[in-house]
C-alpha cells in the first residue's frame, strides 16, 4: 500500500490546531466533537486512503486521532480476517497498529489459527502484544491451544504468565486445576501473580462443587492461610483472602481483620476518589485513575490504573501517574456525594481490577468475556480496559453512576444495551471527568 499522503496529514494537523488554538478552554466538548469527524472521515474514506492514514496514525501514541481510527477501523467491513493476521503477524508494522488489529480480530469472534499460536508462542516478539493476543483471544481458542498456553504459563513475564493460565483455565479447565495445584503447593517459589491465578482457579473450581480432583476444601483453606501468613505480598495476600471467601467468608473475614485488607469500612483522606491529570494525545486528552493508597503528602498517594498500551492494569505511584504532566484535581461522580463505605467499596473494585493483570484497549472503554455466570460482568469477565472505563466499571459495578442513560448507565451489567450506551469514544476522561463528576479539589 502506498506511503499515508500529506493532504491526509496536513488536514489531520490543522484539525488539531484549529481546535487547540481557538477553543483552548473548552475542548470538553469540541473534543467529542473532533473524535466524531475524524471517525466520519475515516469510515468513509477509500480502502487506501483509510490504511495510509491508520499507518500514520498508529506511528504515535500521542496522536489524538488514535481511538476514533481504532472505533473506524472496527466497523468497517473491507478487511478480511487473512488481512487481519496478516498486520497482526507484520513485525514491521506499528506497534499500535498491530493492536488494534488483535482488538478488531477479538471482535468479530475469528477463530484463532496456527499462524496467531505461532505468534503467541513465539518469545522474539514483545511480550505485552502476547499478552494481548492470549487476553482479547482466548474466547476463541480450542484444544489446539493447550500446548501453546503451557508453553508460556512459565514466562518470565507474570502478565503473559497470569492470563496464559487464565485462557488455559477456560480452555481445558483439568489441566489448569492440575497447574494451579502445582502452583498453589509449590508456593515459596512461585511468583506473586502465579499464586494470585492459582488461587482463583482452585476457588472456582471448589465453589462450584467440581469434583476434588487435586485439593479438597478442607486442604485448599488451609494452605491458604498458610500462604497468606508466609507472604510478604500484598497482591498474594489481597486475592488469596478474596478468593478463600468464595470458599468460607468466615475463615477470610479472620484473616482479613489479620492482614488489614478489604472487607471491613476503611477508606480515608481520599480513597476511592477519581484523580486526572493532562497531557494525553497532544495534550487535547486527560488521564484517568482511582486514588487507591494516600499517605501523609499528595506526593504519597497510590493510584490504581489502566496505563495505556503495552501495561495491564496495576497501581503507580504519583510521580508516575503524573508521567510528568499536570494534575487537574480529584472528582466524585455528579450521581453521589460518596460515603465512606461507597469509596472503601470503590477501592475494593479497583483492587480487584489491578489483581486480573487486564490488557489496555484502544477501541472500547471495556471488553468482556462472551460468558458471564451473572447479570452483572465480574472484574474476572474483563478482557481489556481503558482508563475511562477503569475509573466508570470502580463506580458503576458498585451501583454508582457516571455516565449513561436513566434505564442503561450501567457499564457492569450484562445487558447489551448498556455496552451499546458506553461504546467506542461516546465517553473520554477529559469529558468524563469535566461532564460527569463533580470536582472537589486540586491533586
Known amino acids: 500500500m502506498k506511503r499515508f499522503k500529506l493532504k491526509n496529514l496536513l488536514a489531520t494537523i490543522l484539525t488539531i490546531f484549529f481546535f487547540s488554538s481557538f477553543f483552548p478552554n473548552a475542548y470538553a466538548a469540541s473534543e467529542d466533537q473532533f473524535a466524531e469527524a475524524t471517525y466520519n472521515s475515516l469510515i468513509t474514506q ?23 481510527a481504532a472505533v473506524a477501523f472496527s466497523d468497517r467491513s473491507d478487511f478480511s480476517q487473512q488481512e487481519m493476521i496478516r498486520i497482526i503477524t507484520d513485525s514491521n508494522a ?12 477479538a471482535n468479530n469472534n475469528y477463530p ?15 511480550s505485552t502484544l502476547r499478552t494481548l493476543l492470549v487476553s482479547l483471544l482466548s474466547e476463541h481458542m480450542n484444544s489446539s491451544a493447550v500446548p501453546i498456553l503451557l508453553s508460556i504459563v512459565d514466562d518470565a513475564d507474570d502478565n503473559l504468565s497470569y492470563n496464559a493460565i487464565k485462557a488455559l483455565e477456560k480452555v481445558n479447565p483439568d489441566e489448569a486445576l492440575h497447574l494451579a495445584t502445582n502452583i498453589y503447593k509449590n508456593y515459596l517459589n512461585e511468583s506473586p501473580a502465579r499464586i494470585n491465578i492459582a488461587s482463583k482457579v482452585l476457588a472456582r473450581a471448589i465453589s462450584t462443587d467440581e469434583p476434588d480432583l487435586y485439593f479438597s476444601k478442607k486442604d485448599y483453606l488451609n494452605l491458604s492461610q498458610e500462604i497468606v501468613t508466609q507472604s510478604k505480598s500484598d497482591e498474594v495476600t489481597q486475592t488469596v483472602i478474596q478468593s478463600m471467601s468464595k470458599i468460607d467468608s468466615a475463615i477470610a473475614l479472620s484473616l482479613d481483620r489479620t492482614a488489614n485488607v478489604t472487607f471491613s469500612s476503611r477508606a480515608s483522606g481520599r480513597q476511592g476518589y477519581a484523580a486526572y491529570r493532562d ?11 482511582i486514588i487507591y493508597g494516600t499517605g501523609i503528602t499528595t506526593s504519597s498517594y497510590i493510584f490504581a490504573q489502566a496505563t495505556g498500551s503495552g501495561h495491564t492494569t496495576e497501581t503507580v505511584n504519583y510521580s508516575t501517574f503524573l508521567n510528568a504532566k499536570n494534575p487537574q484535581g480529584y472528582y466524585r461522580p455528579k450521581s453521589t456525594s460518596l460515603t465512606s463505605s461507597q469509596r472503601d467499596s470503590v477501592v475494593a473494585t479497583a483492587r480487584a481490577l489491578v ?27 474483563i478482557l481489556g480496559i481503558r482508563c475511562d472505563g477503569f475509573v466508570e466499571y470502580c463506580y458503576e459495578y458498585n451501583n454508582i453512576k457516571v455516565f449513561g442513560s436513566d434505564s442503561y448507565w450501567n457499564i457492569s451489567l450484562t445487558d447489551s444495551r448498556c455496552q451499546d450506551e458506553h461504546g467506542g469514544f461516546l465517553l473520554t476522561p477529559k469529558s468524563q471527568a469535566q461532564n460527569y463528576m463533580t470536582r472537589i479539589g486540586a491533586l
Open 112 to 126: 484463532v489459527n496456527d499462524e496467531i499460536y505461532q505468534l503467541i508462542s513465539d518469545d522474539t516478539i514483545p
Open 94 to 105: 506499528p506497534y499500535l497498529l498491530r493492536q488494534i488489529a488483535i482488538e478488531r480480530y
Open 355 to 381: 489483581n486480573e493483570r487486564i490488557s489496555y484497549t484502544l477501541t472500547n472503554p471495556i471488553s468482556y468475556s462472551m460468558i458471564s455466570t451473572t447479570n452483572k460482568y465480574q472484574p474476572s469477565d
Open 279 to 289: 497531557g494525553v494525545a497532544g495534550n487535547l486528552n486527560w488521564h484517568g485513575a
Open 46 to 68: 477509500s480502502k487506501e486512503d483509510f490504511w495510509n492514514t491508520l499507518v500514520s496514525i498508529c506511528s504515535s501514541a500521542e496522536s489524538p486521532s488514535l481511538i476514533p
